[in-house]
């Protein structure tokens, strides 16, 4: 299985600021990596597919890069809107698997 | 537009079976496998497995496989999970996820809750 380690876990900021969030996958594949945003008792939204494909309707201060076995996931100027946990997720090979989660908190 | 309307919440004994529906609307439904995606009471999120509407033929994480049975009706166009012998720690909210390439689509969640 491909295993997903997030960093940080937690990370505390304040409005405006820049935020990155790492992904580092435990094989090496192209560009079946997703990005997720949780906000409590709500089912998950897909942010970014395919690495660095925003999809339709998510802000453009969000972006995804990376290749290989790191993936990263910014947020240009952080919004009230933006606190909440993201998740990584490789769709390259089944099983499917999810990083463990960040968690963007208020600073 | 495309919806996914799941189940309602259960309550389950431990060892015993439940089963959860999810029904899309909105598009042609043998056109999309449909995955499931669970989240224990704050924790991340846990990939099950996939079925592909069209042909029935299912994918699981080997977490799960002989204890998870994920079935389709095309004539209702429905799709369900069925997980077994049931534990304290299958306690989660369940979700059924439509994939393009990555999950777009996501059903409200079920809670399935493990109690004796």
């Known amino acids: 299985d491909i295993q997903m380690t997030q960093s940080p876990s937690t990370l505390s900021a304040s409005v405006g600021d820049r935020v990155t969030i790492t992904c580092r996958a435990s094989?090496?594949?192209?560009?079946?990596l997703a990005w997720y945003q949780q906000k409590p008792g709500k089912a998950p939204k897909l942010l970014i597919s395919?690495?660095?494909n925003l999809e339709r309707g998510v802000p453009s201060r969000f972006s995804g890069s990376g290749s290989g076995t790191e993936f990263t996931l910014t947020i240009s100027s952080l919004q009230p809107d933006d606190f909440a946990t993201y998740y990584c997720?490789?769709?390259?090979?089944?099983?499917?698997?999810f990083g463990q989660g960040t968690k963007v908190e208020i600073k | 537009q495309v919806q996914l309307v799941q189940s309602g919440a259960e309550v389950e004994k431990p060892g015993a079976s439940v089963r959860i529906s999810c029904k899309p609307s909105?598009?042609?439904?043998?056109?999309?496998?449909i995955h499931w995606v669970r989240q224990a009471p704050g924790q991340g999120l846990e990939w099950m497995g996939s079925?592909?509407?069209?042909?029935?033929?299912?994918t699981s994480a080997q977490k799960f496989q002989g204890r998870v049975n994920m079935t389709r009706d095309t004539s209702t166009s429905t799709v369900s999970l069925e997980l077994s012998s049931l534990t304290s720690e299958d306690t989660a909210v369940y979700y059924c996820?439509?994939?393009?390439?990555?999950?777009?689509?996501w059903g409200q969640g079920t809670l399935v809750t493990v109690s004796s």
């Open positions: 909105g598009y042609f439904f043998t056109n999309y496998d």
């Open positions: 996820a439509r994939a393009s390439s990555a999950l777009f689509y």
């Open positions: 395919k690495a660095s």
């Open positions: 094989q090496s594949f192209s560009t079946w």
């Open positions: 997720q490789q769709y390259n090979r089944y099983p499917w698997t």
């Open positions: 079925i592909n509407p069209s042909g029935g033929s299912t």
